[in-house]
């Protein structure tokens, strides 16, 4: 089995939710986190500035005021059999994708095992 | 790659982001979490505090810069000299596959 970690954009939870439960993996986890990514503040910024004595208005005034800041983000966790990885890794990619930075990261795990509290089977 | 999921005091995280963001490793996810550890919590006189507040940091790092960030963590977040009860744990385990959404790449 394997645990399939993805950190999306907050206003995505809805239709990873529907994606997913149409691709057949209805079980999931959901958390709020705060995170930040690679996104490092770019020294031309700063020279922009500089020169022109305010920020440009662009996808470079957002980088500049972004920066570590930490960003609400949602955690989703599910749990899949290990052939189902691929088709879970792509279901979440296509809905989340929008080309941008800060659409966020999905991550696998391996689990070793599983446990069904209301029977305590250990099965998925 | 391997997580590191570091649990710290709350106001230690703002200096742990801060230093680790100096060094290079921009990338944390944080969370609030409650737990208690192996000193069973806090208990003051007959009242014993079992869910205490802490905050969760999860880095996701390649092999080689995994001891970097450990030692980050622990040198920032240890209170004091020697360290308190209550500082803390750091916890690593191995990440088995990384993809990125936004240009659907594998790898971190």
């Known amino acids: 089995m394997k645990e399939v970690m993805a950190f999306i954009r907050v206003n995505k939870v809805n239709v990873t939710k529907k994606a997913l439960a149409e691709a057949g993996f209805p079980s999931f986890t959901c958390r709020r986190v705060l995170g930040r990514g690679k996104k490092m503040v770019d020294a031309s910024v700063f020279q922009a500035v500089l020169d022109h004595g305010e920020l440009p208005v662009s996808h470079v005034g957002e980088a500049i005021t972004e920066v570590q800041r930490l960003i609400p983000k949602r955690f989703f966790t599910i749990v899949v059999e290990d052939d189902c990885v691929q088709k879970a890794v792509e279901t979440i990619i296509r809905v989340n994708q929008t080309g941008n930075a800060g659409d966020g990261k999905i991550f696998i795990f391996d689990i070793y095992e599983t446990y069904q509290v209301r029977t305590g089977e250990s099965t998925l | ?108």
Request: net charge neutral.
């Open chain 2, 1 to 108: 790659m391997l997580l590191i999921r570091a649990i710290v005091r709350p106001e230690k995280t703002g200096d742990v982001l801060a230093e680790l963001m100096s060094a290079g490793f921009p990338a944390v996810t944080k969370s609030d979490v409650f737990g208690r550890g192996k000193q069973k919590g806090m208990i003051a006189g007959s009242i014993q505090y079992d869910e205490i507040p802490k905050e969760m940091l999860m880095i996701v790092v390649n092999d080689e810069d995994k001891d970097d960030v450990v030692k980050i963590i622990i040198r920032v977040a240890r209170t004091g000299e020697k360290g308190n009860f209550g500082d803390g744990r750091i916890f690593v385990s191995p990440v088995a596959d990384a993809y990125t959404i936004s240009t659907g790449k594998q790898g971190l």
